[in-house]
């Protein structure tokens, strides 16, 4: 009888073990380390994530929607102007020739906002366009042309929004010798 009450005891001992040695390790698998993740193996931890809206290694649709959103992209309490979205657009180098030239340079007169700018500008409004490629590119060598619809929208500070004006535009693209296609010109026409 004591052989066999030692023989329990020593099975419940290493069963304790067991069960101490298993809680320990499911818990570490749920938990992890404090060291975080370990890089994956043939990566750089530390590589450069790239700027969505910079044009190199974009396609033309991607520099035109870019660019065309940005354009459109007003924030009439801080903006005098729709000039300055241009503006912002040429400093994010999506811009070229033409359209870049007249984004450096502030107009003297500046553009004559839209009729609701004094509005948004009092209430704090900002208005976002969602731009979109309306087909694929047509190239030719160096210069391409986009086909875009962009839509605007007033956002209001207290989180609502108002659909405002619906465009289409002709985006024409140039790419430089590194291969960086760059927004040149575009043509609107309002649709709604």
């Given at each position: 009888?004591r052989?066999?009450k030692g ?22 698998q ?17 590589h ?12 033309p ?6 660019a ?6 007003w924030?009439?309490?801080r903006?005098r ?11 994010a ?59 605007q ?7 609502g929004?108002?659909?405002y004006?619906t ?14 296609w760059?927004?040149a010109?575009y043509?609107?026409e309002?649709?709604?």
């Amino acid at each position: 009888m004591r052989e066999n009450k030692g023989i329990a005891i020593v099975i419940g001992v290493v069963v304790a073990l067991v069960l101490i040695v298993g809680v320990v390790f499911a818990v570490r698998q749920s938990v992890g380390n404090d060291a975080g993740p370990a890089a994956a193996e043939g990566h750089d931890s530390n590589h450069h994530h790239e700027d969505p809206l910079s044009p190199e290694h974009a396609d033309p649709q991607t520099v035109a929607t870019n660019a065309m959103s940005m354009i459109f992209s007003w924030q009439p309490a801080r903006d005098r102007s729709g000039w300055e979205a241009l503006n912002r657009a040429g400093q994010a180098d999506l811009l070229t020739g033409v359209l870049a030239e007249a984004a450096t340079t502030e107009p003297i007169p500046l553009p004559r906002p839209a009729a609701e700018w004094a509005a948004w500008s009092r209430s704090g409004d900002t208005l976002t366009a969602a731009a979109t490629a309306e087909s694929a590119p047509s190239i030719n060598g160096t210069t391409a042309t986009v086909d875009v619809r962009i839509r605007q929208v007033v956002l209001h500070p207290d989180g609502g929004s108002t659909p405002y004006k619906t465009s289409a535009a002709e985006v024409t693209l140039e790419k430089d010798a590194s291969g960086t296609w760059r927004a040149a010109n575009y043509r609107i026409e309002e649709t709604g």
